[in-house]
């Protein structure tokens, strides 16, 4: 089941999928990317999903960019610190993002991600 919610009368739209096979919603997310010439942002459920994501799309469509922002792998306030690589790949989509990377590519990150401040 897939529909589009228009988010404004000139702007892009909005695709909410659900109940998409494992490896179809890849193909969803390309077909998203392929309408326009902007960014597409996948918000996966948790790492193992945006793993197998992040597999099916450079299986479809290899020359797409995906551009990875992960979640921490630490509760806010823990006596532990993030692992350094979480921290740099973090770090890095975010560098690339603001460094103004245009174009088709798509933003892959968790709904843990999503949700904590940046």
Same mark, same amino acid.
Request: aromatic share 8%; net charge negative; with cysteine.
């Given at each position: 089941?897939?529909?589009?919610?228009? =988010? @404004?009368?000139?702007?892009?739209?909005?695709?909410?999928?659900?109940?998409? %096979?494992?490896?179809?919603?890849?193909?969803?997310?390309?077909q998203e990317a392929a309408r326009g010439d902007?960014? $597409?942002?996948?918000?996966?459920?948790?790492?193992?999903?945006?793993?197998?994501?992040?597999?099916?799309?450079?299986?479809?469509?290899?020359?797409?960019?995906?551009?990875?922002?992960?979640?921490?792998?630490?509760? %806010?306030?823990?006596? $532990? @610190?993030?692992?350094?690589?979480? @921290?740099?790949?973090?770090m890095a989509a975010l560098a690339t993002l =603001?460094?103004?990377? @245009?174009?088709?590519?798509? $933003?892959?990150?968790?709904?843990?991600?999503? =949700?904590?401040?940046?």
């Open positions: 089941m897939a529909t589009a919610f228009p =988010t @404004s009368d000139e702007g892009p739209l909005q695709l909410r999928a659900g109940g998409a %096979p494992e490896g179809f919603d890849a193909t969803l997310v390309l902007g960014p $597409v942002l996948h918000i996966a459920r948790d790492d193992k999903r945006a793993e197998a994501m992040a597999r099916a799309l450079a299986f479809f469509d290899p020359s797409l960019p995906v551009l990875r922002f992960p979640g921490w792998d630490c509760l %806010p306030y823990d006596r $532990v @610190s993030p692992n350094p690589e979480v @921290s740099a790949a973090r =603001t460094a103004g990377l @245009s174009g088709r590519f798509i $933003v892959l990150t968790t709904l843990n991600a999503a =949700t904590q401040y940046v």
